[in-house]
């Protein structure tokens, strides 16, 4: 037991959380490797993702050995594996997420859709996304394919500024709680498998989603036509949800980055509705796990990061 605590010390928060997801997600991608709709692209995600936790570990070890403490490592290629350590459970947390959303259909095939369409349609009497379709136009598609694109550019990019500004402390609060973030919204997927109204509403909408080159390419790297019967990302709206968060850090830690964000930010929250890829109620849920994780983020760092030097000495 005190060894399996040591064990789990020495790792920091985000990076035992990226372990304990990683473990059940290879048991899952090994079950469902010959399903229709998931078997086309498992082996490609595995194969990144192993190479990914084996770099992960390596850059942990290389450090660690003393014969490279004292022999090897030089200041900079210290700084370069300290670096490289910080960014990568966030890599590991992107790579889990590629492959998460195609088996969440696999494991919970109990799709909460219509329930999620209810609730719209309380709200608003209708689908938001049928009301847009008044709004739709080539270069606002384009506009709004790519402001849907910038999901993972945002939440990456204010935490390497934080770092590079020698802002360690905030850095550190603002990583974690965007990666848990995302932990979070994947146990969302599997409670709350939703595959969104671009599926579930398509006979109703009479207005092509058509746009330009942008339009094309952000359709190709999603590749909907491969997972489209298998992929459920929709409750929360991780897109709303991190993107929020990441705007909050960026006004409390980085503000003229914040003012920076903010539109481009807006226009992706618009986007998801727009895009037909989130139902409201997944934005607002979105906001919610935001708020959440804005407060208590920074906490949990802080008290894994106090239990890790006081058990570690």
Known sequence: MINNKKLILSLRIEEFLAVLLFIPMLILMLLFRNEEGFFQSDIDRLIGTVIGFALFILIVKIKEAPIFQKHVITRKMADLLDFLREIMPFILCLLIYTNMHDMVHFVNPNDVDNDLIKIDNYLFGTQ???????????????????????????????????????????????????IITFY???????????????????HLYHTHLSGGMITDKVNYLIDYSISAHTRRDC????????TLLTLLFAYKYLRWFFYIL?????SLFFSTIYLR??????????????LFMFYWGPKIETFWANKRRRDNG
Do not use: C, W
């Open 262 to 266: 903010l539109p481009l930010a807006l």
């Open 184 to 202: 979070i919204g994947y146990i969302g997927y599997i409670i709350f498998p939703a595959v969104g109204p671009k599926y579930t509403l398509s």
């Open 128 to 178: 938001p996304s049928l009301v847009l379709q008044a709004y739709i136009s080539k270069p606002l598609t384009d506009y709004m394919s790519f402001s849907y694109s910038m999901f993972f550019v945002y939440p990456m990019l204010l935490p390497a500024l934080l770092y590079f500004k020698g802002d360690y402390e905030n850095f550190r609060k603002a990583l974690v709680s965007i």
């Open 277 to 290: 890829q989130h139902y409201f109620i997944d934005v607002l849920a979105g906001y919610a796990l935001a």
């Open 235 to 242: 409750f929360p709206s991780l897109h709303n949800a991190v």
